[in-house]
């Protein structure tokens, strides 16, 4: 799938966690609600890093550029260090090492960790990170024809201020995890629903994905999970645009509402 609809999905399942939690008497704080849609949106176009036409290997200049030259060939070689006898022969990293469930929870527990013991600064890069990310997604028309320094801008400054807003006593800070020390913990949580989110956005498209990664299945270990073909899409067709998107986009408003307490 393109950028927009990997965004909006991983916005939309996060607003379900958060329904669902309510449902189990768990609910998020609606700072916890926000900003883990947000980052959501944002680990939903990580994945691509991988891929230097993405909008996350753009999204922040020769950093994001230099980036993604490694995991690209981070990918490559490890998918020629694990493959079997059924892969096939590739000749770049795209939709392999970062398109897998092993991938996302390295990222999120990574993130997690740092969270943690990195304290507000790590916060507060993390935010920015998903920030200017679901920026790029979310609203990627404006975005495109806006520079990117005002995109920065618009990351930096929400980050500052739903880092404090989160801070205040019962906004969220250790929502799920509650001990001591445990602070921002579940901030890894909406990284990894957004990087699997992805992973299985683009399971549905014609290439399908390889997210079960290293489980073996039959003589390939880096088996592209899907549909049936028939069922299958080109990334960016109709079916994306017209159909899958304005399904997400009420899916998330389901699951706003049902966060909210709303609806039950």
Known sequence: MMGPAHSLSGAAAWLG???????????????????????????????????KSATISRAFGPI???????????????????????DPRRTGGHRTLTHTWLWAVMIGGGASALAMFGGRWAVLAILFVHLVLAV????????????????????????????????????????????????????????????????????LTV???PVLWPIPIGRKRWYPIGPPKMLRFRAGSWVELKVLMPFFMLLGGIGGLGALGFIG
């Open 207 to 209: 290439s399908g994905c």
């Open 64 to 86: 994001s550029r230099g980036l993604c030259e490694i995991i690209d060939k981070l990918s490559y070689a490890t998918y020629k260090a694990t493959k079997k006898q059924g």
């Open 136 to 203: 790029e997604g979310l609203l990627w028309r404006m975005a495109r024809v806006s520079s990117d320094v005002l995109v920065w801008l618009l990351g930096a400054t929400g980050a500052w201020i739903l880092a404090d807003v989160l801070h205040q006593p019962g906004n969220g800070s250790n929502w799920m995890f509650t001990e001591p020390g445990q602070e921002y913990l579940w901030l890894g949580l909406p990284i990894v629903l957004g990087s699997l989110v992805h992973c299985l956005g683009d399971a």
């Open 17 to 51: 966690v958060g329904a669902a939690a309510s449902a189990y008497d768990h609910p998020m704080p609606w700072p916890v609600l926000v900003v883990g849609a947000l980052i959501c949106a944002g680990a939903a176009l990580a994945p691509d890093l991988d891929h």
